[in-house]
């Protein structure tokens, strides 16, 4: 089985829904991303948590929110999706903090938003 | 915010051959750095990492080179096979966040 799990794969929704995307892990890391992959862009930070209690916000969070409901489980929410956020989102773990090792990444859902 | 760029957005190679790929960093602060694969339909996966007090590293069949002076990486490939065919991205580590590279799409010709 996967280490890092995403879910769903693909989405297509309309704007001004509210999406939640859930990312799951089974390697026992505290600390878990969220990133947005664009065309002709590298990936961008979204949000980042150190253990359930910590969240934090990364390079480009507006429109976003996170919740860490176990160490297991850190799921992103579109309160109320725009079309510029149509892109892939990828989950990612590490056992040390960035800078500090690499990063396992999970499959990524694409979202696309009508 | 930081730019992390590469030469290069293509790059086809024959079986066989070696395959260098190029990225320019932006912040001489930063002082980790990662070469990320990425297959089609696949989360990046880690290749390869360096920190800033070394020049070289070599893995199997791989080799990060890091110039500070410039600042520059590179990810040379010996032997590229058609597995190797997928993007690749450099990453810097600074202030606690990595900045991740548009990647450089590597196709091997058989």
């Known amino acids: 089985d996967a280490d890092v799990t995403q879910t769903p794969r693909n989405r297509i929704t309309k704007t001004g829904k509210r999406i939640m995307l859930e990312c799951s892990q089974t390697?026992?890391?505290?600390?878990m991303y969220w990133y947005r992959q664009d065309p002709g862009l590298g990936l961008r930070l979204i949000y980042y948590?150190?253990?359930?209690?910590?969240?934090n916000k990364g390079e480009i969070s507006d429109g976003y929110s996170v919740s860490r409901q176990a160490q297991a489980k850190f799921s992103l929410s579109l309160e109320s999706a725009i079309p510029n956020q149509t892109a892939l989102y990828f989950c990612?773990?590490?056992?040390?903090?960035?800078?500090?090792?690499?990063?396992?990444f999970g499959p990524g859902t694409r979202l696309t938003v009508l | 915010g930081e730019s992390v760029g590469l030469h290069l957005p293509t790059l086809s190679v024959q079986e066989g051959d070696n395959s260098i790929i190029n990225c320019a960093y932006s912040?001489?602060?930063?002082?980790?750095f990662i070469w990320y694969k990425q297959e089609s339909g696949k989360g990046p996966q880690f290749i390869i990492d360096?920190?800033?007090?070394?020049d070289k590293r070599q893995g199997q069949r791989v080799t990060v080179l890091l110039n500070k002076t410039v600042k520059h990486l590179s990810l040379q490939i010996a032997a590229t096979q058609p597995g190797d065919s997928a993007v690749y991205f450099c990453?810097?580590?600074?202030?606690?966040?990595?900045?991740f590279g548009t990647g450089t799409s590597l196709t091997v010709i058989p």
């Open positions: 390697k026992g890391h505290d600390r």
């Open positions: 948590s150190f253990d359930v209690k910590d969240i």
């Open positions: 990612a773990t590490s056992e040390l903090p960035q800078g500090g090792g690499e990063q396992f």
């Open positions: 912040n001489s602060a930063s002082d980790y």
């Open positions: 360096i920190r800033s007090n070394m």
């Open positions: 990453a810097e580590a600074y202030g606690n966040q990595f900045y």
